[in-house]
């Protein structure tokens, strides 16, 4: 046995550029489990690289072994008492077993005899040849086409004219080199070599030959003008983009996934610089630059101030002496997708946002939200829902506001812009709305009431976007559960984990006293008011039409409307979907199961006090009474959760006997209104860190007292002091969740 380094690779058509990062990982990282499966990889997978351009996949594997080591494998045959007859000879069941392992009645006196739990049982040890590199790296080729992540495979003909194939493009080529030598492997109708092709203009050979495994990438740059690393590949590209901005004294603009996909649409990346003409600039530089990098996959250039400049870069895959010809194009190119972006924008704008309202009477939203499952109507709940909010948060003025803009907050659905580019929904509708000279508070709430729309996301900078956002996102919540849509497994086509942790990241992170309870009743009563969107219809209207001209008016709508039947436990299925995601969110900020747990669990209607209960748990978490308390909470709540009826927590001192529970009742009416005092001045570490001075009384209490005396009074009025001790000490978490 030895080891060399392998290469694989297979040689396809184009592949798709928004998959071939991950085709590429997948592809390398089966090939080498597969290696290690068959023990012809032994050493931690160090150095290994992958490779994938737009005409290939391929890994490099070092250390390979052409073979891997026999090992012995013991098979448990039967029990003693089956395989062997009372003589010690071989049953005919033994037999039969041996001979579907290859061996015969020769094996049996080699059979070991071994206790297997109770029972004595037959192993029978065998010597299996360890696997050739050409049978381990078949089986791993095979599965590595079999399991890659592909979308939509096609099918097309092999080289036979007959046969037929899937894969996700066709291929035309296998390489399996270890050290110089072909591996006979065969996969999608193709035979290993080692002979590749290069850039399809560019390349100084038709073939590229490989010495072996270890020139595969220099003969590939040299021989290929090909870049068969995407990582390096990317790192080129990304090093001249810098490079040519700053000729420009500008910057690029950064996009992750834009440098992924340009760098699987290159071989051989080459940076250039375009430009168009300035007029394109009075379009909303959101506009121009979503349809340079989505459709010709450019890079806008934009200067100190992030403002997008009238230039951009390209990335072509040809380096062609004279370039003018490759920039010329270009150019020729983007111009009619700016005089698009540029055409929808004037033509938008000759509409106002509110003339576009009538069109929501036309498109569905639900058709399980009763007969007002239009656009139109869920804007009238988003409206008042607003209202309802903006009016506890800021009186009447903020209220007005919130209801202005949550009803032309979707407006922008129905423009030429949106409709080319739905990324731009809101941004849109901001522009629009300012050119129609609405307040900045009306405009930017337009835009923001979608935040957070991912991990990350800026959160809504006004008070009017705040608002609408939580108006927006609660109606969709309740809507979808209370009809049944809630999310199951993977499938979230609502989106609703999305906007439940929006509503989390506002009112955590905003610091916003609102109650959830309260919030989710505001959009149940908007949905279940049947009679709400045709009294409504009017107001929204004469609130929007001012801005409207006089051929948009509508004189008079009526909306004929419905409840919408609700399944049964939604509300609370809704809060437990939401305090799930608040949840996983603090465990991933840091905050064990156990804090997260102990202050969840209470449910807590005003999320936004949540950091601060945790921190206070933590605090109480380092004292040395807390793991004593914690216990002692879990033992109180498992001895009232099994008293039948219910616990009061009146205590009669006259009944109080023993000595401890005379100390604890004590303790417990001097420590419980320091506590509650803290806890209602919001103080939550201080209310915490009071009860740790009950740790000795309850210790002798439990010591001392019986809970459950024969005398029926002594009883209730110990489980009465008990209940009392329970509500003190979970008033800001539950501690009894920090017990180990």
């Not at 073939?207 to 870049?227: F, R």
């Not at 250039?301 to 403002?307: I, P, Q, S, V």
């Not at 202050?599 to 209607?605: A, C, F, K, N």
């Not at 860190?689 to 009950?694: E, G, K, S, T």
Request: a neutral charge; hydrophobic letters at 45%; charged letters at 25%.
């Amino acid at each position: 046995m030895m080891t060399k380094n392998l290469l694989v690779e297979l040689f396809v058509e184009e592949l798709p550029p928004k998959s071939l990062k991950m085709l590429g990982e997948a592809f390398a990282e089966k090939i080498l489990n597969g290696l290690i499966k068959s023990q012809l990889k032994l050493r931690d997978p160090q150095g290994v690289e992958i490779f994938a351009s737009p005409r290939r996949l391929g890994v490099f594997i070092p250390d390979v072994l052409d073979r891997a080591s026999d090992r012995t494998e013991s098979v448990k045959l039967m029990p003693v008492a089956v395989g062997l007859d009372a003589n010690g000879q071989a049953t005919p069941a033994l037999l039969k077993k041996l001979a579907s392992l290859g061996a015969d009645a020769s094996a049996v006196p080699n059979l070991k005899r071994t206790m297997d739990g109770k029972a004595e049982a037959l192993f029978f040890d065998s010597v299996v040849k360890g696997a050739t590199l050409a049978e381990g790296l078949q089986m791993a080729l095979d599965e590595a086409i079999a399991r890659l992540p592909i979308a939509k495979a096609m099918t097309y003909q092999m080289a036979d004219g007959w046969s037929s194939v899937n894969f996700v493009r066709p291929a035309h080529g296998l390489i399996a080199l270890h050290g110089a030598e072909i591996v006979p492997t065969a996969v999608l109708g193709l035979t290993a070599g080692r002979e590749t092709q290069g850039h399809r203009f560019e390349a100084s050979v038709d073939k590229v030959m490989l010495k072996d495994a270890d020139s595969y990438e220099a003969q590939l740059e040299n021989e290929g003008a090909v870049i068969p690393s995407f990582a390096k590949r990317r790192a080129e590209i990304a090093r001249q983009l810098a490079a040519a901005a700053a000729k420009e004294n500008l910057r690029p603009i950064e996009d992750e996934a834009l440098l992924d996909e340009v760098t699987a649409l290159v071989e051989r990346p080459n940076v250039l610089v375009g430009q168009f003409e300035r007029e394109f600039l009075e379009v909303p530089q959101e506009c121009l630059i979503l349809t340079m990098k989505a459709n010709q996959k450019y890079f806008p250039l934009l200067d100190a101030n992030g403002k997008l400049t009238n230039k951009f870069l390209i990335v072509s895959n040809i380096r062609p002496a004279d370039a003018s010809l490759v920039i010329g194009g270009n150019e020729r190119v983007v111009r009619p997708r700016l005089a698009d972006a540029k055409f929808f924008f004037d033509q938008d704008r000759k509409k106002s946002l509110s003339s576009r309202l009538k069109g929501f009477h036309k498109v569905v939203y639900h058709n399980k939200l009763g007969v007002a499952n239009d656009m139109f109507s869920r804007l009238v709940r988003v409206s008042e829902g607003a209202g309802v909010i903006g009016n506890r948060v800021g009186g009447e003025p903020l209220s007005k506001q919130a209801r202005l803009a949550a009803a032309l907050a979707k407006a922008d659905l129905l423009t030429d812009m949106v409709g080319e580019f739905p990324e731009l929904q809101g941004i849109m509708g901001r522009y629009y709305a300012q050119y129609e000279e609405l307040p900045d508070e009306i405009a930017f709430a337009i835009e923001d009431h979608y935040k957070p729309r991912f991990a990350g996301d800026a959160l809504p900078r006004n008070q009017v976007g705040i608002i609408v956002a939580l108006a927006d996102k609660f109606e969709t919540l309740v809507g979808m559960f209370g009809i049944g849509e809630k999310p199951t497994g993977d499938k979230d086509p609502f989106a609703l984990r999305r906007q439940a942790l929006g509503i989390i990241r506002i009112l955590t992170e905003l610091n916003i006293s609102l109650s959830l309870d309260e919030l989710i009743k505001n959009a149940q009563a908007m949905l279940e008011d049947s009679g709400l969107a045709d009294r409504a219809a009017s107001d929204l209207l004469d609130r929007v039409w001012r801005h409207a001209s006089e051929d948009a008016k509508v004189k008079k709508i009526s909306i004929e409307t419905s409840t919408p039947a609700f399944v049964n436990n939604w509300f609370e299925d809704l809060q437990q979907f939401i305090f799930d995601r608040f949840a996983g969110l603090l465990r991933e900020q840091g905050f064990s199961a156990q804090e997260v747990d102990s202050v969840l669990s209470l449910r807590p209607q005003l999320l936004n006090e949540v950091p601060k209960r945790l921190a206070a748990v933590r605090a109480f978490a380092a004292l040395p009474e807390a793991a004593a308390l914690a216990a002692a909470n879990k033992r109180v709540g498992n001895i009232l959760k099994k008293v039948e009826g219910a616990v009061t927590d009146k205590v009669d001192t006259s009944l109080l006997q023993e000595a401890a529970e005379q100390a604890l009742h004590q303790a417990l009416s001097r420590i419980a209104p320091k506590a509650e005092a803290a806890f209602a001045a919001g103080d939550y570490t201080a209310s915490l860190q009071a009860l740790a001075a009950l740790r000795a009384p309850v210790d002798a209490f439990f010591d001392n007292v019986m809970v459950n005396a024969e005398d029926e009074k002594l009883r209730a009025n110990r489980l009465a002091l008990l209940a009392q001790l329970h509500r003190a000490m979970n008033r800001v978490a539950d501690i009894s969740k920090l017990a180990t």
